[in-house]
């Protein structure tokens, strides 16, 4: 069986990859590189999931960036087809069967969970059956992310679709969203959410906690995880020496603790550290003007210190072309910017927008790593 054409293709490891897939000329020296596979979950059923899903990879270039598996409900992503005017185009697998680690050919893969078909009649809104189907969904893609190199159902990078974190807990789920899951079962000893989009880039020392509980949650590392590993996923994404802003916790930033005492006694202090190792972060500054700045090129990326001090600013200036990415995690994950939205489903009334550019990210950045390996040296030749 030629595992060029499997439905995910053997990665082994980097030589094999050049032996297998034809990178390596007689001297050694990679030409080509394999295209990344890129596992979608659907999302939770009763959402826009589907639609923008089907939107976004309707788009012949940016199916070109990657193989595509998805993990899903074929007949709600048909239906979506059937809604956007557009014949599918994927190749249909059940999602436990044989044949997907047998070779097919096309360039996007359904796994199909059609054993749960009966609960999309359900009413569009959370639901514990909805968590329940799209969890399993994230921890099946999960699965096959961190199997070892070689593996037939490999993955290069997980794309996320919309969940509802009330569905989650209906289903008895302890993990606030996405965000926890992965790092519980990657094990990641840090993990911080990241927001890319075309005018700002934003990290967050703190993420799905009540805003009443923020006090006593922040601490110095809180604070320097999302500086240092945001400095790191800027430079993946081409920035070399990233300009870093870091804001504060209070009104004016404390206005030299007559505000509150958290910038000097925690935000300071991680400053300091990060610069220390060779990053450069500046701040704490006034959360209300320092995303001016940022937006307008000053800054390559500004720590935000809670979920909304950071999302507003983004979503205001790239509503539709925002990404979240997970760092820390020793798999690629990236997801849009917005939840299941409910009211609008089948109305085809969704935008791709989102979900285009988390997949078009999540490609680039699995596409930079599998390049990276090409150009690692072969065993006996450093």
């Not at 993420?207 to 993946?236: W, Y």
Request: glycine share 8%; hydrophobic share 40%.
């Amino acid at each position: 069986m030629d595992r060029r054409f499997s439905i995910f293709p053997t990665h082994r490891n980097c030589v094999a990859d050049r032996l297998l897939f034809g990178m390596e000329t007689p001297s050694g020296t990679p030409k080509t590189s394999r295209k990344p596979v890129i596992g979608i979950t659907l999302g939770d059923p009763m959402g826009i999931g589907p639609e923008v899903i089907v939107k976004a990879l309707s788009d012949p270039d940016t199916r070109r960036m990657g193989r595509f598996v998805i993990y899903g409900l074929n007949e709600l992503l048909t239906y979506a087809a059937d809604m956007h005017e557009c014949n599918p185009f994927w190749f249909r697998v059940q999602h436990d069967s044989k044949r997907t680690s047998r070779a097919i050919s096309e360039n996007v893969v359904v796994l199909d969970y059609d054993e749960y078909d009966g609960f999309i009649q359900l009413p569009r809104n959370s639901s514990r059956q909805g968590g329940q189907i799209s969890k399993l969904f994230v921890e099946d893609a999960i699965t096959d992310a961190l199997r070892e190199e070689g593996h037939p159902r490999k993955l290069d990078a997980i794309v996320t679709g919309p969940i509802s974190k009330h569905s989650w807990t209906l289903a008895g789920f302890k993990w606030a969203g996405h965000t926890d899951l992965l790092a519980y079962r990657t094990k990641a000893k840090r993990s911080v959410m990241m927001f890319v989009s075309p005018r700002l880039k934003v990290t967050l020392a703190t993420s799905h906690i009540p805003l009443m509980d923020i006090r006593n949650k922040l601490t110095i590392g809180c604070v320097f995880d999302p500086i240092d590993l945001g400095h790191e996923a800027c430079r993946q994404l081409g920035i070399e020496n990233p300009r870093i802003a870091v804001t504060g916790l209070n009104p004016h930033a404390g206005e030299h603790g007559q505000f509150g005492d958290e910038e000097a006694r925690l935000i300071e202090p991680a400053i300091k550290v990060a610069r220390d190792h060779g990053i450069d972060a500046s701040g704490p500054f006034p959360a209300d003007t320092i995303f001016i700045k940022a937006a307008a090129g000053e800054y390559d990326l500004v720590v935000a210190m809670y979920h909304d001090q950071g999302l507003i600013p983004v979503k205001l200036l790239g509503w539709d072309k925002a990404v979240n990415m997970t760092l820390g995690l020793p798999i690629i994950r990236t997801s849009p910017d917005h939840g299941t939205a409910f009211n609008i489903v089948g109305k085809n009334k969704a935008s791709e927008g989102s979900m285009k550019a988390a997949i078009e990210l999540a490609a680039k950045l699995a596409s930079a790593k599998i390049a990276k390996c090409d150009l690692a040296p072969a065993p006996g030749k450093q």
